[in-house]
């Protein structure tokens, strides 16, 4: 095992720029995933990770070795791809084997390195089988599989699990992490998913247009995102945003919304009388107030069976609410949801910064 340490890395294709000097410490033992909306520039940085991408500019170190400029072989890596590139033509044993085979391994210790991985991913009946009989999430467990035999410093996955349906996605997603949690092997994990973000690694980095906007624990982004990007990035449903305008009057602090709604400011921010804002509210952190709070016109209810999810609308602003009781709005029906304020959080509204005190 081994830390990965990515010291103001660049790439650019041609003239354009698509990494705009990343700094990522990445510990030992740790699963650290880089999260973000297409384009970003996640893959891109893991490839790099690999050896498949040149580095235009920066240093990447696995471990104590800079491997900047060495193949993707030597690098001691592997790398758990999102279409699976298992070998058609082989079986589940052989397509385990093979990277062992290139090596010049033994068969003996071929043998005992395919067993013990087939034993911890539960592959033991399939070993004879060939690609085109497996399920897309065994086909996913024989790809982890020949990622394991090599018994790397680093595991790299892009974005294994795009190709699952949902239910399988989430089965896939404990897999993983039990498999981490047994082998404690260094991983990076590529994803446009914040679900899997969050229940998947002890640290996430956000990325933006080939930029980090935030690392951090999954509590940490998700109880003190760093911008309005990040609070509206991680969690699900997205957190509510509504502008207004910072008042203060001595220690007294309020928001004043567009329609002239007063809502107390949350403890601990900064900003100054006057600043244009964006309010920031879980729709989990909503409950429902005979008056006053936030008027919202109900729009759609989606009842889940464990909550019930109201999507509606202030002031042409869409804004959603999720309450563990059951309800049963008539739409065009006006609520009055009540923040806690908490748990609510104010951005600037020019440069999309968190306002702390």
């Known amino acids: 095992m081994a830390s990965v340490t990515i010291q103001a890395v660049k ?8 990494l705009h000097g990343v700094d990522i410490d990445i510990p030992d ?3 650290t995933v ?7 520039g996640k893959s891109t940085l893991l490839r790099m ?3 498949l991408e040149q580095i235009s500019g920066g240093e990447i170190r696995i471990g104590d070795k800079r491997v900047n400029d060495l193949p993707p072989k030597a690098r001691d890596i592997a790398m758990v791809f999102q279409n699976y590139a298992l070998y058609p033509h082989m079986t589940v044993r052989e397509n385990m084997a093979f990277s062992l085979e290139l090596a010049k391994q033994d068969k003996g210790t071929i043998e005992s390195k395919v067993a013990r991985a087939a034993e911890i991913l539960g592959l033991g009946a399939l070993m004879e089988r060939y690609p085109r009989q497996l399920s897309g999430g065994q086909r996913q467990r024989v790809a982890m599989g020949r990622a394991i035999v090599r018994d790397p410093q680093v595991f790299l996955f892009d974005e294994p699990l795009s190709n699952l349906d949902a239910k399988l996605r989430v089965a896939m997603r404990s897999e993983i992490k039990e498999l981490h949690q047994r082998l404690k092997t260094t991983s990076i994990y590529v994803t446009h998913d914040q679900i899997e973000a969050m229940t998947m690694g002890d640290k996430i980095v956000v990325m933006r247009d080939g930029r980090i906007e935030q690392t951090g624990s999954p509590l940490d982004l998700y109880d003190h995102p760093a911008n309005q990007f990040v609070a509206g990035f991680i969690g699900s449903p997205a957190m509510n945003f509504l502008p207004g305008t910072l008042r203060r ?3 007294a602090a309020y928001i004043e919304l567009s329609d002239r709604t007063h809502l107390d400011a949350p403890p601990r921010i900064g900003g100054i009388d006057g600043q244009p804002i964006i309010f920031g509210t879980r729709p989990e952190h909503l409950t429902l107030a005979d008056g006053g709070g936030i008027p919202a016109r109900v729009v759609v209810m989606e009842p889940t069976g464990m909550d019930t999810f109201v999507a509606c609308r202030h002031e042409g602003v869409d804004l ?4 563990r009781e059951r309800h049963d709005f008539t739409p065009g029906t006006t609520l009055h949801l009540l923040p ?7 951005f600037d509204a020019g440069t999309g910064q968190r306002l702390a005190a």
């Open 29 to 31: 033992g740790s699963f």
């Open 11 to 18: 790439k650019n294709f041609g003239e354009v720029p698509v």
């Open 320 to 323: 959603s609410a999720v309450f």
């Open 34 to 40: 880089l999260v973000g909306p297409s384009g970003c």
């Open 340 to 346: 806690d304020l908490q748990r609510a959080h104010l």
């Open 49 to 51: 990770i690999a050896g």
């Open 249 to 251: 009057a001595g220690a």
